[in-house]
């Protein structure tokens, strides 16, 4: 539709954990099909029934800081951990396209409290627009 900026994408600067090790990892990061939300699944150690999973995030480098839940989704059947997923909401965010969106994880159960930093550097995900689709040969433009 024209007048309409092209989606955005996501190029996530960071390792993503192997499928089992620590107590909490960040298996992957997604767009919403709409594009208006950054979906991400964390895997933790299945060390009791309730556990509470949340991602902390940042667009200013932690001047200010926004955290959200993440949810239960299922049991990872091969390693007997837990996935939980989470969603930012990118539309309250203005001028994506020109910062980093900053994220960590944390995993409280039975007392104790584990943190996914990525080895201390955090998640980094840089967003950018998608090309405008070209317009092709002899296609005629109404106006």
Same mark, same amino acid.
């Given at each position: 539709?024209?007048g309409?900026?092209?989606p955005?994408?996501?190029n996530?600067l ?6 089992s ?19 991400g ?17 940042? *667009? +200013?480098?932690?001047?200010t800081?926004?955290?959200?839940a993440?949810a $239960?989704a299922?049991?990872? #059947? %091969?390693?007997d &951990? ?9 539309s309250?965010? *203005? +001028?994506?396209?020109h910062?980093s969106?900053?994220?960590c994880?944390? $995993?409280?159960?039975?007392? #104790? %409290?584990?943190? &996914?930093?990525?080895d201390g ?5 840089k967003?950018?627009?998608?090309p ?8 005629i433009?109404?106006g």
């Open positions: 539709m024209p309409n900026p092209p955005l994408l996501l996530i960071t390792r993503l954990h192997p499928r090790g620590p107590p909490v990892r960040l298996e992957r990061l997604w767009l919403s099909a709409n594009g208006a939300s950054l979906l699944s964390v895997a933790v150690a299945n060390l009791a029934y309730e556990k509470r999973v949340h991602c902390r995030f940042t *667009v +200013d480098n932690w001047q800081v926004g955290e959200v993440a $239960y299922s049991a990872i #059947l %091969e390693t &951990d837990d996935r939980f997923v989470f969603a930012i909401t990118l309250d965010m *203005v +001028d994506l396209e910062k969106l900053i994220l994880l944390r $995993y409280r159960v039975r007392g #104790l %409290e584990f943190w &996914d930093n990525n550097s955090n998640f980094r995900v967003f950018r627009r998608a405008e689709p070209a317009t092709p040969r002899g296609a433009e109404e």
